[in-house]
């Protein structure tokens, strides 16, 4: 290498030293300063990117409103379910109990509240009762007076009259019998006598002669202790009826003249209040019976099951999530107040889902709200304007909102 060359190659390497060295004294010793700013033209377009998620338009996360053990679950995590569906229920045994007790009561208090309004027809009925129960009294008082002086016959005993007109007639069948033997006797040698009238008129004299002997005689001797024992139990028995008619002309005269007066106002106002309360009884029961089983306010899909069958819940504990997957929204976070000048709700905004190879919806805000009480961060709620099934609900989303 010739010295000329040499000369060269020294000379180049002290100028790139030189250069190093003024570069980091002017590096050193001169401050920092920020990138410079892009400014927009005034009238540019600004995009502000807000990250999210998809959530359905509505949400209800159901609980009991009562206590109690859940029986069944009728669903399953991703089930669709209809409006009005049934998802869990309670155990209802005491329930039902409870409401066939308040039905009956109810039913009792009705039936006293009408026995209170009888129509006129009941008062109809009640005339013909009253009528019915004074025609029993005097049967009654009529029966005992025949037998009370049917034992006062029989305690006297037979009058000298009496005995004298048995006498005659025991002594008038006698002679009707005497004149009946002297006509058969007539005939009795002739064939066949004892078929003749003369042996029947015998016969029914003869009989006729005999009971009139016996009544005679027993007239004679007077009543048995047996008879007027008979004769007193007659008595008795007609005096109980007695007793009885005349209760039941009482019941009947009272029933009648309160019907005819119409029922008591206090006790009116009082049956209708008892009425009331039962119903309003029943109705708490029924209400609660109702409560026991969890229905879909609304169509939707199971998100979340957080009890299980068996377990004991408190009124409010979360036993299901349901959300509507038919309309979805997003709701995005990050909006900070410097942003709310450029953000508002109303703003029509783009939604896009990386997920789904950046599918890109249009959006509207619905709603900003706090995002908690302690920092000052917004929640922005975006309904999408144009729905795609193959939008699912908890993908993530992003918002652009574009403001000018």
Known sequence: MTAKRVAFLSALTLLILLSLGAYSFYTYRTPSREPPQTVLPEGAPRVIKFEGKAMPLREAKLSFPISGRISRIYVREGDRVEEGEELASLDDSLLRIELAMA?????????????????????????????????????????????????????????????????AEMDRAEAVMRQAQAEYDKVAWAPGASASPQAVALEQATLNYELARARYEALLKGPSEDQKE?????????????????????????????????????????????????????????????????????????????????????????????????????????????????????QEVTVMFPALSNLTLPGRIERIVPASSAEAWYNIYVEILSQAPQVRWGMRANVMVTTW
Do not use: C, H
């Open 230 to 346: 008979a004769a007193s139990s007659r008595v008795q028995a007609a005096y109980a009826r007695l007793r009885a008619a005349e209760a039941r002309l009482s019941g009947a005269q009272a029933r009648y003249q309160s019907l005819k007066q119409g029922p008591d106002p206090k006790e009116l106002a009082l049956a209708e209040t008892k009425v009331k309360i039962a119903q309003l009884r029943a109705e708490a029961a029924r209400v609660r019976l109702e409560q026991a089983t969890l229905k879909a306010p609304f169509s939707g899909i199971v998100w979340s099951i957080w009890k299980n069958e068996g377990e004991t819940v408190a009124p409010g504990d979360l036993v299901i999530t349901l959300g509507d997957s038919s309309r979805i929204m997003v709701v995005a976070t990050g909006l900070t107040q410097e942003n709310l000048r450029w953000v508002r709700e109303g």
């Open 103 to 167: 039905e009956a009561e109810l039913e009792g208090a009705r039936l006293e509240l009408e026995l209170l309004k009888l129509s006129s027809e009941e008062l109809t009925l009640a005339e013909a009762e009253l009528k019915e129960a004074r025609a029993l009294v005097e049967e009654a008082k009529a029966e005992l007076a025949a037998v009370q002086a049917e034992l006062r016959i029989l305690e006297a005993g037979p009058s000298e009259e009496e005995l004298r007109i048995a006498k």
